[in-house]
């Protein structure tokens, strides 16, 4: 469903939403996503409305391209785009993985600044015009769907951006993007070159004019929005911010932005506002990188209210505080009290309402779970259910689970940590002595799984307030160039601890970064 006004809306108007979560968003570090994972992003993104999904960057590996291909047969709405660097290999191998598509896009780019110019390619400016012109025609006699973009462009000086820009459009290009690449522009600043590009570039007027811009300094957002206001049409844009160093500008925040403020932006999108509050969780759950609970639209925190004042205004009217309403991202009103009397009907209705869908299988592990948990916490609160479910999910497909632990800590002797690991459904139990119980718990899962990982992050953080709150521990390893996240949590620091370590392993073993499990498993 899209978003429905009585109002003729002109098309002229219409911001084209351009989402990178998939290929600038996974680029953060942690944040590499599985074949499968991103297809079900990809699904959710086309169905909410977002016009253009960037796939991925195809020559990078294999399965970078096997997933744009994927992605490009399986796409129904939105247009399906590839990256490629200005050369050959990259723009043919990206028109090869974008071929299923029903309309499919290649995004090519050159880095046009300076310091980009000279230490990065070591090129001079009449060299980097060539690339441009090359790499755009050789992308638009594979596909009449081309963007061009000027890679630190914020940074480049006027005159020649004004060229490259010019000689994009004359090779071809649909659609030229400026790149805040590095997050250096203020916002007036980044209106200003979109409106200087417009005014001064032939052709300028017969193309869209899109915006990428980096949140180093936090104005990831407000330029882009200049950028519309000064006359771009495509905003460049990751679900959560998701995004390289300090992150990329949020599809949330820029979609309800234009929404709730159409009074001062005249503009519209043709995404499903209804859907941000399921994408958002979808992807932090793919990604292992929580949300923040203040973060604008999709935060925990984002329509609670705690001061009396506010609960006072909010309760007599919710304008009094709040600038849209909760249903608009996809949230409800109601809430139920889940505890240890709640049966199966009430905890299936607040899966439903958190967004989450299970088999029956599925769903009956779940409630179990629940119950353990309902059973030692006197309040279970949305987000308990939310990183209980979360486990679940993605623990499902996973070779080696935590099946039991049991941890002696203390003054009085040895930290020894014994636990029972569940490797492709067969038992086994290792007793080890570390550190402390964590490092005595992490020794006895390298004893059953031998690997060479390195513990990058541990961290831990309480899911709710309370001492009988759950743990919600993050593990990152790191392994011959891959870096893999995983969460656990359970009302047992050390139970959450084992369970993250395992899952961030779990997601090593899947990308065929270790040995294959049956030589990994101790006599």
Known sequence: MMNTETKIRDENDRVIIFDTTLRDGEQCPGATMTFDEKLEVAELLDEMGVDVIEAGFPIASQGDFESVKEIARRSKNAVICGLARAQPADIDRCAEAIKPAGRGRIHTFIGTSPLHRKYQMDIDEAECLSRVTASVGRARSLTDNVEWSAMDATRTES??????????????????????????????????????????????????????????????????????????????????????????????????????????????????????????KLVSRVTAFPVQYNKAIVGRNAFAHESGIHQDGVLKHAGTFEIMTPESVGLKESSLVMGKHSGRHAFREKLKELGYELGDNAFEDAFVRFKGLADVKKHVYDEDIEALVDQEIASAQDRIRVTSLTVIAGT?????????????????????????????????????????????????SAVTEGTDAQAEVMVRLEADGQIATGRGSDTDTMVASARAYVSALNKLLARGARRKPETMLAS
């Not at 490259?164 to 459009?169: F, G, K, S, T």
């Not at 690449?181 to 417009?198: C, P, S, W």
């Not at 002797?413 to 964590?438: C, F, N, R, W």
């Open 159 to 280: 005159d020649f951006l004004c060229r490259c820009v010019e000689a994009a459009i004359a090779a071809g290009a649909t659609t030229v993007n400026i790149p805040d690449t590095v997050g250096y522009a203020y916002h007036d600043e980044f209106g200003d070159l979109i409106r200087m590009l417009l005014e001064r570039v032939p052709g300028a007027d017969e193309i869209v004019f899109s915006t990428h811009c980096h949140n180093d300094l936090g104005l990831a957002v407000a330029n882009s929005l200049s950028g519309v206001s000064a006359g771009a049409r495509q905003v460049e844009c990751a679900i959560n911010g998701l995004g390289e160093r300090a992150g990329n500008a949020a599809l949330e925040e820029i979609v309800m932005a234009i929404q709730t403020r159409s009074d001062i932006m005249p503009y519209w999108t043709g995404v499903d506002t209804t859907h941000l509050t399921r994408a958002s």
């Open 412 to 460: 009085g002797g040895p930290q020894k940590a014994t636990i029972t690991l569940q490797i492709d459904g067969k038992q086994h139990m290792y007793e080890s002595v570390g550190d402390g119980p964590v490092d005595a718990t992490f020794q006895a899962i390298r004893a059953l799984v031998p690997h060479e990982a390195r513990l990058a992050l541990y961290q831990v």
